[in-house]
């Protein structure tokens, strides 16, 4: 029979994996498409944000032609968990033609590699390592500070940065240098050379704006999971857990609103360099209809607006539903907060312990105090300093 390949995305923390994902599956011809979410948060945004339902998959389970692999899934139980979603995949009418595989950023990549070719009714098509340009310019000088050098780095969390990197780009069949767009072509081609240099086995492509397509992989060579194996042993990167040590995961939920100038505050203060990720949704006092997706990856913050709260779609201000309408609306608010109603913050952290216990701790006090709740209820109006101007990318 043959195989069904599987293309497994892996990189560093906030370098694209999840942008270009979404904008692959897009395709037509993806859209029978396996995907498999490995995610060191037990919050799952990503699968969350590759389903497209509004029930995203248990952890651990296949549901549809998703898998959430969270937390204990994506490191002690990986290879068991992975089993069973392929073996799920394997079951799927129409067949799946391919699996997309998107890793966590702090993947060891030998243990994932390892776990998605157990099963031999698969087989691995590209192993891709994602590199965000703009991160690799200002924190890893283009690339040079991949190269293991003793004095490359004064701060610790960016050593350690560079070593989870460095040890996936070891294993890349492919290196995906994204974000382009943001710095000039003579740095671009400065970072390709060193890339080159790091791993000179690797192709690399060039992606702005997600516009690296898959079938543009297709002249790209399969990689030899045997000598994959062998630089793994050589380089002794065989390691017992699936996620590199001392990255962790820290979830904050409250359905309380930040306060506009109190989370800017936070973000010049306490943003740390050892605060690899943050990501989730949340609200802001200020702008009380809009569900926001918060995605920060080293000095680098975006904010996507998603569409809008229920509980505020439901006060009808526009007249433009039906009073049937607003009663169904109300009927799926009536077990939500009653104040808040939908509105809610689900942020992932994920860092060094210092780093991420400091810029949490500075995201509770940015939330709303009581007294800030009452006057946004009586519509009081907040300084607001994030941007207003959207940017539309298709």
Known sequence: ???????????????????????????????????????????GLDVELLSGDDAPPAQGHLQGRVAALHGVHARDQLQSSVANALEGIAQLDPPAPLVLCESTGAAKPWPLIEALTQDDRFSLRHFLVTVDALNLHRDFADGEGLTGKPDSFQDPALRHAAEVLAEQLAFASMIVLTKIDMLSDSVVNTQVRWLQKLQPHAAIG?????????????????????????????????????????????????????????????????LGTGLYRTKGFLWLASRPDQVLLWQQSG???????????????????????????????????????????????????????????????ALEDALCTDEEVLAWRNGETFSDPWPTSIRRVV
Not at 249 to 261: K, V, Y
Not at 340 to 347: I, M, P, T
């Open 1 to 43: 029979m043959k195989k069904i390949p599987i293309v497994a995305l892996c990189g560093f923390l906030g370098s694209g994996k999840t942008t270009l994902l979404r904008r692959w599956r897009r395709e037509e011809a993806l859209q029978d498409a396996a995907v498999l979410v490995h995610d060191l948060s037990e919050f």
């Open 206 to 270: 060039l992606s702005a704006h997600a516009g690296l397509l898959l079938p543009q992989l297709e002249g790209v060579p399969s990689p030899n999971t045997a000598e994959m194996k062998g630089r793994a042993q050589n380089l002794g990167l065989m390691p017992l857990t699936a996620t590199a040590d001392e990255i962790e995961s820290l979830i904050l939920r409250d359905p309380r609103p930040f306060h506009p100038e109190r989370l800017h505050q936070a973000c010049q203060q306490y």
């Open 299 to 361: 000095s680098q913050i975006s904010l996507e607006m998603t569409g809008f709260w229920r509980a505020e779609i439901a006060r009808n201000r526009d007249g433009t539903l039906t009073d049937e309408e607003v009663e169904i609306l109300q009927q799926q608010l009536h077990r939500q907060h009653p104040l808040f109603g939908d509105r809610h913050n689900e942020l992932t952290l994920i860092g060094l312990k210092a780093d991420r216990d400091r810029f949490y701790a």
